[in-house]
């Protein structure tokens, strides 16, 4: 079954754009089931609907839900409606980074911000066993990376509370806002880039003439 809605534009948010953006309806199929109830019968309706971002040209599916029987409404989309990307230079890093990194994202994109934000703990603790051992407890290792030049004193102070988020996360079953999920992976993929600037500066400098004296 087609519905009559094709080539309507709406404003659905768009992965790519990483905001509202013009879709158009590009087409829509209906389909109806009915289930029996030891009471009454209840009709169900599930619209999917091909949407085409009129900026970038990704594609979403939705599919929609509802019974006017006993008032169900649900909304899915696919791929699920995100609000950050992995970056694009994870691919860059090394292989226990970047797969970790897929998984730390796969969970955000899920909407499963407990697990992201667990996941965005153990990145840095990665990194920092990778860069300046396993040398004790998250703070005595902050430290560490303020001393080697990794970390500043003031970026410290704003990945710490990142840190105790991750923590909260783990072991009181605290529901972070989007907004500090937000600011905890600003924090994290801050950190974890050095690997990636690292290695551009080591090439660079390689490709560098010296200077003549």
């Known amino acids: 079954m087609i519905d009559e809605q094709e080539n309507k534009i709406e404003w659905v948010h768009c ?6 953006t013009r879709h158009e309806v590009v087409t ?17 309706y599930t619209t999917y609907t091909l949407l085409e971002c009129r900026g970038c040209g990704s ?23 995100i609000s950050r990307q992995i970056p694009r230079w994870h691919h860059e890093l090394p292989t226990e980074f970047s797969s970790l990194m ?5 969970a955000l994109h899920a909407n499963s911000t407990r697990l992201a ?8 603790d990665l990194f920092m066993n990778s860069t300046i051992g396993d040398i004790g407890g998250f703070r005595q290792k902050l430290q560490k990376l303020v001393n080697d030049g990794y970390l500043s004193s003031k970026n410290r102070e704003i990945l710490e509370p990142a840190l105790d988020a991750g923590y909260a996360a783990t072991h009181r079953a605290h529901t972070p806002s989007a907004e500090d999920v937000g600011r905890v992976f600003d924090i994290v993929e801050n950190l974890i880039q050095t690997l990636v600037l690292k290695e551009k500066a080591k090439e ?10």
């Open 59 to 81: 594609m979403t599916l939705r599919r929609r839900v509802i019974s006017e029987d006993i008032d169900f409404d649900e909304t899915d989309y696919y791929p699920p409606q």
């Open 117 to 124: 934000l667990m996941g965005a703990r153990a990145l840095v």
């Open 204 to 213: 660079l400098k390689k490709h560098t003439p010296k200077r003549k004296v």
């Open 15 to 20: 992965n790519q754009c990483l905001r509202h």
């Open 28 to 44: 829509n199929r209906v389909l109806k089931e009915s289930e029996d109830n030891p009471e009454f019968m209840i009709d169900w």
């Open 102 to 106: 897929k998984e730390v994202y796969t």
